[in-house]
């Protein structure tokens, strides 16, 4: 029997040990749904607060149950270390690291190349290597691979075998999961690709195989390019409808009523979390490196990175308009995360809105039922989630809905407030012909 098919039956079998390099939103959930199909999982992160919450059989992320992880460690099906030294017993490695900008917006691959340093340490022959974090096209060929083969002297596609498969996560969702939701697999041979789809095959519903593992980073990177440009559309159509004095939800209502040709998006502050305002700069970086301009990709990040700034302008205006200034005001800045009703604020467009609003001299709070306190790396400051937020709003000369968290109770909110600005069209209805809103 070949390696390949040895480590093929393994997988099918269930006898092979899966480690996921990462344990945050991508990798707790992966590592959770191998754990459910039977597999043996360990999980591997630097952060001993991770590892000793999980293997407490407590989660730290609101997608992923404690009870499901408490039952998996329980049976033995989970455990977690920041031992990268246990990679030596693995059979099947997947890697969910982070994958951020840096502040000059080049991509910053510090994360892969950490995890992949430590990986090529303890590889050995079969062994399957899947690469989850969204990176750009090539990335496993040329960076991953003279990391894990180099030196071990392995040889891809017959003692190892290495794949690209692009996370899909989507924090707060419940109708689309890890389980469910399609998986791309793109391998660096035939025989990565066969070996990767035998192992995903056994936890997740569907696999979607392409021919490369190209074929799938690029794939990655055209879904949050799509909707990062049509946002970015949508978010200048808004700019526009201003300046016509035109209501551009009631636009956009109208377009969606056509049954065909036409999809649904809508403007907001900025973008945020882990993917659309990241993923597609690391496309337009590879391509100015092949003397390529990607001209959609840079105009949308455009529009979209001065979304905050232009908020803040129309608070500033509104103010203005009822005979206030910003700078003095009180403004409570409803809702941290980015987006509703989760706990993540990576990249949210709020952190930006604080920002401008102080810079500005406005006296600026926040409230979000979900994340008590904000500290934003590159500016320094810190804020906590005020405890009462009624009073808040009472006391406030403007809120701000940044983000439109269901739980919210809008009518009182606006009943309390002295002037809203609605980036979210939260009130719907409510706002409209109010002379104590204005949205955007």
Known sequence: MTTKD?????????????AILGLGYVGLPLAVVFGEAGFNVTGIDPDTRKVDSLNKGVSYIPDVKTEAVAALVKSGNLTATADFSVLKEMDAVSICVPTPLRKTGDPDMSYILSATEELAKYIHKDMV????ST????????????????QSGLKVGEDVFVAFSPERVDPGREDWTTINTPKVIGGITEACSEVAQAWYCGAIETIFPVSSAEAAEMAKLLENTFRMINIGMVNELAIMCERLGVDVWEVIEAAASKPFGFMKFTPGPGLGGHCIPIDPLYLSWKMKALNYNARFIDLASEINTNMPRYVVSRVLEAMNDRSKT???????????????????VRES??????????NKGALVEYHDPYIPHIHHEYDGWEMDSVPDMMQAVRESDAVVIVTNHTEYDYKAILDAASFVFDARNALGKLARENPKVERL
């Open 6 to 18: 040895s480590l093929i039956k393994d997988l099918k079998d269930k006898k092979a040990r899966v």
């Open 129 to 132: 290597i899947v690469l989850e």
């Open 135 to 150: 990176t750009y096209p090539g990335t496993t060929r040329e960076v991953l691979l003279p990391l894990l083969t180099e």
């Open 326 to 344: 910003l700078k003095g005001s009180k403004v409570l800045v409803l809702g941290a995360a980015y987006k509703p009703d989760i706990n993540d």
């Open 349 to 358: 467009p709020t952190l930006d809105v604080i920002g401008l609003l102080q």
